[in-house]
Structure formats: C-alpha cells, structure tokens
C-alpha cells in the first residue's frame, strides 16, 4: 500500500499531522511504537494515548492525574525524558484554562512531550500515539475527528497467538482468569482484528501483521515508512524510545533484539485454558462477528503491498 497525503496538509504543523497506531492488545503495539521511534522525522508518543479514557471523561484539571496514570506516561524510561518538566507545562496550561477539546488537549500532549526533551529536541514532521483494544470504528472515528488530515497504521496479529499471549501474561503476574475472562480474551482480538480488516482499502490507513513485522523487519517497516511519506532508516529496525534503545516494555523476553514467537497457540497454556479458547474459537466461527480466516487476511495484506501477487480469497471464512 502507497502513502498519500493531501495537499492541503503539507501547510499543517507537526502536531496536527498525527499518525494512530493501533491494533489489538498483545498485537505487537508497543514494538511496533518503539520501531517508529528514533527518527529526527517522527516523533513516537513514548506511553499509550487512552482515547477511551478521554471519551468517557471530561477534560478537567482534576482529571489529569488520572490521565497521567492511564497513560502510564510518568513510568516512562528514559534519561532524555524530563517528567517534572512535562506535568510542569500540564499544570500551566491547565491553570490558564486553554484545553477545550479533544484535539487541543492531544496536541498539546504531544508538544509537551517534545519540550520536555533533554537535550531540546528538533520540530518532527509528525508524530504518532498507540491505542489498544476498545471499539475500533470509534476510536479511529475519533482520530480522524482530531486530526482530519491524520493517517493511522494498524497491525493485527492471529488472534488465538494474541489470546495466548494475554493468558501467558496474566499468569507469569500471579493470576489466572476465569472462564468467563478467558472466553473474553479470546472472542476480543477476532473482533478487534476483524473490524480492522474493514479498512483494508483505505488509503489513509496502513495495515501490517505482527508476524510480517518481526520476521521481516526490514522490509515491513521500510513500507510503513513509504506511507508515511517519511525518508527510510535503519532506526526503525531497533526498538527505541526517544532514541534510545530498550526492551520492549510488554515483551516476554529480556532483549532488545526483535525476536519471532513460538509457531502454536496452544504453546505454554494450561489444558483447561486450551478446552476453553478451542471451544469459544470454534463456537465464534459460526458467527458473522467474529468469523474470521486470518491466514486469509494475512495473504490478502500481502497483496496490497504486493499487487503483482496473486489474490488470496476472501478474509472472512
């Protein structure tokens, strides 16, 4: 898929040219965050922007803690990250009364984390937040609100290898889900992924796949990097946040080197929990909501940044 930018945005600044990053929860988001940061030409929101949040809640000085702590913005790390510097220019500006919107508070997050940079950071062309999970025309309904002139890039990932990774997560934490919790986990990232899907021929929304991002580095980040209109590096094949190279903060291994996960969903589950996502897997094929053949949509992403290759059918099963 080609990048396309309308002219009139070329005169816009680098706040209003926002870039959503989204896709389901234990789809690979924060990599694909941390690969985006590290170029002079983008700058990566260094936590997640809780668009949720924000809809449900209305933009008032004593709701910014609790933005703070949805975000998790304050447990960023980073030695060129000043956070008593960026929750100064909160309290400032929030004293003076100027957030009015949805779009005015996004943006000036985004200016407050440049500013708040050591050493001083130079103006991007653009910059980009991530969002997980929620309801996906919402969410993206709400960003093209906020930023009408924005592109967003959306990675997907296997649903029952997301399922997987939400269950293995929650049980290396101490706990372990319900049946109830465990039938939600596995029914959430096939919605999620499906409604993705539906914007496959958008020309302002990118979609990629998680299993593409980290067994073809390269080459998938190079093509984000064309619809984004933005010259391509090889720092966007190391996960960084704000130049800086890290572990990924929701990875399951302690490196900073991009590495694929095992080949089956059933790898490292309980046999109760494998029952469970099997039968609520099987159960929700039959149902046009979640019916979805993601060996189907991967091959059919692959086509669209590849039009010489053949069609794959269609993606829904």
Known sequence: MVGHDRPEARTLTWVDR?????GPRKAGTTLFQNLLDGSEELLAYPAELKLKYLASHAIEANDIT?????????SVISSRFRVTEYKKL??????KGELCSFGEFIRFDARAVQQSL???????????????????????????????????????RDPLM????????????GRWLSVREIVQETLD??????????????PYVHLLTYEDLVQHTTSTMAKVAAFLDLPYSPV?????????????????????????SVDSWVDGLTLRERCIVSWTNGIAQLHPRYRLAYGKLRARIGQLQHPDKLAAGAIAG
């Not at 609790?66 to 304050?74: D, V």
């Not at 909160?90 to 004293?95: K, R, S």
């Not at 990232?189 to 958008?202: E, F, G, I, K, T």
């Not at 966007?236 to 694929?260: D, K, M, Y």
């Open 18 to 22: 926002g870039v959503l990053v989204y």
């Open 66 to 74: 609790q933005y703070f702590a949805e975000s998790r913005i304050e």
């Open 90 to 95: 909160w309290e400032e500006a929030l004293a």
């Open 118 to 156: 050591r050493p001083p950071a130079a103006e991007p062309q653009m910059w980009c937040a991530k969002e997980v999970g929620g309801p996906t025309d919402i969410i993206l309904s709400m960003w093209r609100n906020m930023f009408p002139h924005g592109k967003a890039l959306f990675i997907v």
């Open 162 to 173: 997301v399922t997987r990774a939400v269950l293995n997560d929650r049980r290396r934490k």
């Open 189 to 202: 990232p096939m919605r999620v992924v499906l409604h993705q899907s539906r914007y496959m021929n958008d």
């Open 236 to 260: 966007f094949e190391t996960p960084t946040v704000f130049g800086e190279a890290q572990v990924v903060r929701t990875s399951s291994r302690e490196t900073t080197e991009i590495f694929t």
